[in-house]
């Protein structure tokens, strides 16, 4: 079992940068992909950015990449979101998961974290 919370979220001008972070409970937190998606108001869920077990290994949605990235600490069972030159269009809450694989299913999944991103 998995549990994971999410923290970080807030208010933030374009162009600024936030940073997310999900702490997960669990022994077997080491062993998993983590991901995190986020959704929008009146969108679906959508997938932001993966990381491997090891961290050795990441992903990104091409409307982050370059400006988010994900890292993890196994240490200290966290996984963070670095947004940098945030847009409006970033605003969404935003879910950590862990699974099995990084491109999915994942089957474990916090309750979000709200981040606006202000024009």
């Known amino acids: 079992q998995v549990q994971l919370v999410e923290s970080g979220g807030g208010l933030v001008q374009a162009g600024g940068s936030l940073r997310v972070s999900c702490a997960a409970s669990?022994?077997?937190?080491?062993?998993?992909?983590m991901g995190w998606f986020r959704q929008a108001p009146g969108k679906e869920r959508e997938f932001v950015a993966a990381?491997?077990?090891?961290?050795?290994?990441?992903y990104y949605a091409n409307s982050v990449k370059g400006r988010f990235t994900i890292s993890r600490d196994n240490a200290k069972n966290t996984v963070y979101l670095q947004m940098n030159s945030l847009k409006p269009e970033d605003t969404a809450v935003y879910y950590c998961?862990?699974?099995?694989?990084?491109?999915?299913?994942?089957?474990?999944w916090g309750q979000g974290t709200q981040v606006t991103v202000s024009s």
């Open positions: 998961a862990a699974g099995p694989t990084m491109h999915g299913p994942y089957d474990y």
């Open positions: 669990g022994r077997t937190f080491s062993w998993r992909a």
């Open positions: 990381i491997w077990w090891s961290g050795d290994n990441t």
